[in-house]
């Protein structure tokens, strides 16, 4: 892969800026005793960082933001949702990172889910991760507002602790606009 090659996965092409863009949907997923789950990842060029960040990613073509968000889940996690379940979006953000040493953009909807029942890490599964997950996705975690509090390295988005106090209450119907575009609010 050079510079101006291709990126691995799906949904990337080169943006107006020059950087590879590509639509995401995420999900603030949380089980029946209000746990969130992340993902924990390592960059490939540097695997002593590591990072948490949400369920998500690329949205194919003729497919919803709702669409992508629930078939993230079931391939990240082997858990199945209701599109109609899904709240929001309750959050969009715009951000450029680095992904296989190259910069993108990604612009990403965020829904929030809500499954019942207390779930374990063991009951999550695998193996519709694609062959780019498995090379920098390390592991999934259910974290209590407490165990999230005490996470010591990076968490994307990094707005992640203000959305989910502001959502606590319950959500307004707003969305918040994180990264690039926020952080404010737009009905």
Known sequence: MTDDGPLPGEGWRIGDDGLPFRRAARVLLFDGAGRLLLVQAHDAQQPERTWWFTV???????ETAREAAVREVLEETGLVLDPGA????????????????????????FFVGRLDGDLSDEALATDGWTEVERHFVDSLHWFTADEFAAIDVEVFPVELPQLLEWLAPGWDETVMLLGDLGPQART
Do not use: M
């Open 86 to 109: 899904l709240t929001g979006p309750v959050a969009a953000r715009s951000s450029v990172f680095d992904f296989f040493a190259r910069p993108v953009r990604q612009a990403e909807e």
């Open 56 to 62: 998500g990613g690329g949205i194919d073509p003729g």
